[in-house]
Protein backbone atom coordinates (compact mmCIF):
# COMPACT_ATOMS: atom_id res chain seq x y z
CA UNK A 1 0.00 0.00 0.00
CA UNK A 2 1.16 3.30 -1.20
CA UNK A 3 -0.42 6.79 0.43
CA UNK A 4 0.16 10.27 -1.61
CA UNK A 5 -0.29 13.21 -0.17
CA UNK A 6 -0.21 16.51 -2.68
CA UNK A 7 0.06 20.01 -1.51
CA UNK A 8 1.37 23.84 -2.79
CA UNK A 9 -1.43 24.43 -5.18
CA UNK A 10 -3.08 27.39 -5.05
CA UNK A 11 -3.95 30.82 -6.61
CA UNK A 12 -1.39 32.22 -8.97
CA UNK A 13 -1.70 35.49 -12.09
CA UNK A 14 -0.33 34.16 -15.40
CA UNK A 15 3.27 34.34 -15.69
CA UNK A 16 3.66 33.38 -12.29
CA UNK A 17 5.18 29.62 -10.18
CA UNK A 18 4.11 27.12 -7.58
CA UNK A 19 5.67 24.40 -6.26
CA UNK A 20 3.73 21.52 -5.89
CA UNK A 21 4.65 19.08 -3.69
CA UNK A 22 3.56 14.84 -2.87
CA UNK A 23 4.88 12.93 0.07
CA UNK A 24 4.45 8.98 -0.13
CA UNK A 25 4.17 7.36 2.50
CA UNK A 26 5.00 2.83 1.84
CA UNK A 27 3.42 0.80 4.28
CA UNK A 28 3.75 -2.15 1.80
CA UNK A 29 7.50 -3.24 2.76
CA UNK A 30 9.04 -1.82 -0.18
CA UNK A 31 11.06 1.62 -0.51
CA UNK A 32 10.05 4.96 -2.05
CA UNK A 33 12.74 4.62 -4.37
CA UNK A 34 11.31 1.93 -6.25
CA UNK A 35 8.74 3.31 -7.83
CA UNK A 36 8.42 5.67 -10.20
CA UNK A 37 6.35 8.65 -9.84
CA UNK A 38 3.92 10.59 -11.96
CA UNK A 39 2.19 14.08 -12.10
CA UNK A 40 -1.45 14.22 -13.64
CA UNK A 41 -3.81 17.06 -13.92
CA UNK A 42 -7.49 17.39 -14.92
CA UNK A 43 -8.95 20.67 -15.65
CA UNK A 44 -13.13 21.21 -15.68
CA UNK A 45 -14.93 19.37 -18.08
CA UNK A 46 -11.75 17.38 -19.17
CA UNK A 47 -10.27 13.81 -18.91
CA UNK A 48 -7.55 13.68 -16.31
CA UNK A 49 -4.06 14.14 -18.69
CA UNK A 50 -0.74 13.52 -17.87
CA UNK A 51 2.04 15.62 -17.03
CA UNK A 52 5.24 14.61 -16.54
CA UNK A 53 6.76 11.15 -14.85
CA UNK A 54 10.18 10.37 -13.36
CA UNK A 55 12.17 7.35 -12.62
CA UNK A 56 12.78 5.51 -9.24
CA UNK A 57 15.80 7.41 -9.18
CA UNK A 58 15.06 10.30 -10.89
CA UNK A 59 17.51 9.76 -13.75
CA UNK A 60 14.95 10.03 -16.49
CA UNK A 61 12.01 12.29 -16.82
CA UNK A 62 9.61 12.52 -19.44
CA UNK A 63 7.09 15.52 -20.36
CA UNK A 64 3.60 16.31 -21.87
CA UNK A 65 4.39 18.74 -24.63
CA UNK A 66 2.41 21.11 -22.89
CA UNK A 67 4.95 20.75 -19.79
CA UNK A 68 8.07 21.26 -22.00
CA UNK A 69 10.20 23.98 -21.18
CA UNK A 70 7.93 25.21 -18.56
CA UNK A 71 7.41 21.86 -15.78
CA UNK A 72 10.29 20.07 -13.77
CA UNK A 73 9.42 17.38 -12.33
CA UNK A 74 12.30 15.91 -9.60
CA UNK A 75 12.18 13.83 -6.17
CA UNK A 76 14.12 13.35 -2.97
CA UNK A 77 13.92 9.93 -2.25
CA UNK A 78 15.36 10.84 0.73
CA UNK A 79 12.53 12.64 1.88
CA UNK A 80 10.09 10.37 0.07
CA UNK A 81 8.78 13.19 -1.80
CA UNK A 82 8.07 14.26 -5.11
CA UNK A 83 8.01 18.04 -6.87
CA UNK A 84 6.98 19.70 -9.74
CA UNK A 85 8.21 23.02 -10.50
CA UNK A 86 5.50 25.09 -12.21
CA UNK A 87 6.62 28.49 -14.16
CA UNK A 88 5.47 30.57 -17.17
CA UNK A 89 1.83 29.60 -15.50
CA UNK A 90 -0.99 29.82 -17.75
CA UNK A 91 -4.51 30.27 -17.12
CA UNK A 92 -4.94 26.67 -19.06
CA UNK A 93 -2.92 25.23 -16.72
CA UNK A 94 -5.72 25.68 -14.12
CA UNK A 95 -6.53 22.00 -12.93
CA UNK A 96 -6.49 19.60 -10.18
CA UNK A 97 -3.31 18.58 -10.25
CA UNK A 98 -2.79 14.76 -8.98
CA UNK A 99 0.34 12.83 -7.88
CA UNK A 100 0.59 9.29 -8.80
CA UNK A 101 2.89 5.96 -8.00
CA UNK A 102 3.70 2.77 -9.76
CA UNK A 103 7.10 0.32 -10.51
CA UNK A 104 7.89 1.71 -14.18
CA UNK A 105 7.01 5.00 -15.50
CA UNK A 106 4.60 5.20 -17.60
CA UNK A 107 2.62 8.46 -19.51
CA UNK A 108 -0.91 6.49 -19.17
CA UNK A 109 -3.15 7.48 -16.41
CA UNK A 110 -4.42 3.98 -16.44
CA UNK A 111 -0.96 2.45 -16.03
CA UNK A 112 -0.77 4.00 -12.23
CA UNK A 113 -1.74 1.96 -9.17
CA UNK A 114 -1.60 4.59 -6.28
CA UNK A 115 -2.89 8.33 -6.39
CA UNK A 116 -2.89 11.41 -3.91
CA UNK A 117 -6.32 13.44 -3.49
CA UNK A 118 -5.29 16.58 -5.64
CA UNK A 119 -4.55 19.51 -5.51
CA UNK A 120 -6.19 22.85 -6.71
CA UNK A 121 -3.79 24.93 -8.89
CA UNK A 122 -5.85 28.38 -10.42
CA UNK A 123 -4.08 30.65 -13.16
CA UNK A 124 -6.01 33.90 -13.12
CA UNK A 125 -5.26 35.92 -16.51
Known amino acids: QVQLVESGGGLVQAGGSLRLSCVVS???????????MGWFRRAPGKDREFVATISELGLTTTYADAAKGRFTISRDNAKNTVYLQMNSLKPEDTAVYYC???????????????WGQGTQVTVSS
Open 26 to 36: VISGRTFKTYA
Open 100 to 114: AARSVMSTRTSDYNY
